[in-house]
């Protein structure tokens, strides 16, 4: 409840701080650290849209321009998917340093994601960019440690905590009060970094939509129970111990165990307990597959002599020279619908592994709200690991539809008699839709943390509920 003794303490508690020239010199230092990695961050954003923008414009421009060619070889030059950057990227960088944004798409083949710093890398490790979102989850808990490690235990020592219990103060009313006070400072300290980001989102290199502002609102109050949480833990450890120092040790401990130690032993352990295989391991386990099911390009082959079989008696005609349709183009594009089943069966193999980890990692959002944190972020700035394989699926998806089309033209444009010195009219490469990346709703991205997002309040819910337990406030009062 608060009443006027809690607002008394409440602003008696900003006063100190609003006097204290370490706390002016670490808000204009904190702004600074997330004004540069904002812009740095917006500038990466801008120069990505732009590079891609002009990439996706030179490659549709590359693929209009060829002249009269046979299908196939049109099929082998190729083409490229690009994924361009979330319109909130710019303050979460997430996993964007570790997966590539582009795909080149051709034919019989399923290549990775281009100009990633490390492709085989734990994307569940991120600890080196410098981020708002990264500021936020490692220093600004350090700064709240350092605003009230001694709220408690130095106004024990200092004999205060025992005037203020003789003036009819309770320690809830104590509490609450400088909750309020920690509380307010976090909101002065953070807020002009998510008004700036709402300023540089609404930006014309950024359309922000009614969803955009919606995930900018929702991230704002996911960092703000993010302090609610280091608020409560500062305070509960303050009140536990009788000395400053020992609760600044204390404190800095959980800090590094929390933020740094946790969440990278959690990812190692992940990844051991549910590996998956590598690019170059997973392309070798793909083609050893495609290799026991048939080879389109090998005359000889049994799947396909099979395959003639079925087709000659389906037509009802005697050799392939007979049948009305050219029957290498046929052949291809089976050969391509067995490559892609094959190549979807080993990816979801991949999904599994990689919803396995997060799935691991999500049994720990009760212990660590830094996990949580860090996750729900990821997802609602779309950098997260989900966001980029939705991004590979829907570039199979597009690889596949075009490589058919071409299957198709070579099948139905081009006659089986000389084949390979034959082509089709240029004006064919004009029907192609272009490739667009279609970013995912806010329901989707949250789509796997359903009620999870109750644990870490459940975990700020009972800090506060033990600082004001009775029990509590007797353990205090038998050490004034």
Known sequence: MINQRVMKIFNHELAIKRKSPSLWLLFIMIQLLLAVALFTG??????????????????????????????????????????QPSALSFFDLGVNAWVGDSIFLEAHKQNSANFANDQDGGTLLRFSELSSANILLTIWPLLIIALGFASISGEQKSGTLRQLMSMGVSFRELITG????YLLLSVVFILPVFILSLILAS????????????????LFCVYLLYCLFWIGLTLFISSCVKEPKQALVLLTSVWFILTILMPRILAEVAHNQYPHQKRNDFELAVKLDNRKVGNSHNPDDPYFNKFREDTLKKYGVESVEALPI?????????????????????????????????QFIRQFYWLNPYLFVRDFSMAL????????????????????????????????EIHHHNDRDQKVDKSYWQEFEPFHYQSPTLSWSLRTFSWLWILPLLIVITLFIVLNSTQMQRRVYATV
Do not use: C
């Open 42 to 83: 917006w500038q990466q954003f801008q120069h990505s849209v732009k590079t891609q923008t002009a990439a996706q414009a030179e490659v549709e421009q590359q693929w209009q321009a060829q002249p009269d060619r046979h299908p196939h070889r049109v099929a082998h030059f190729g083409h490229f998917a690009f994924r």
């Open 178 to 181: 400088k909750s309020l006070s």
């Open 203 to 218: 930006n014309a290199g950024a359309t922000l939509s009614s969803e955009g502002a919606l995930r900018l609102l929702l």
């Open 326 to 358: 050219n029957y290498k183009g046929l052949v291809m594009q089976e050969g391509e619908k067995l490559n892609a089943q094959i190549y979807q069966k080993h990816y979801e193999q991949q999904l599994v592994q990689f919803a396995a980890q997060q």
């Open 381 to 412: 700035t779309r950098t997260d690991t989900n966001h980029f394989l939705e991004f590979e699926q829907q570039a199979e998806a597009h690889r596949y539809a075009r490589i058919q089309k071409l299957n198709q033209l070579h099948t139905n």
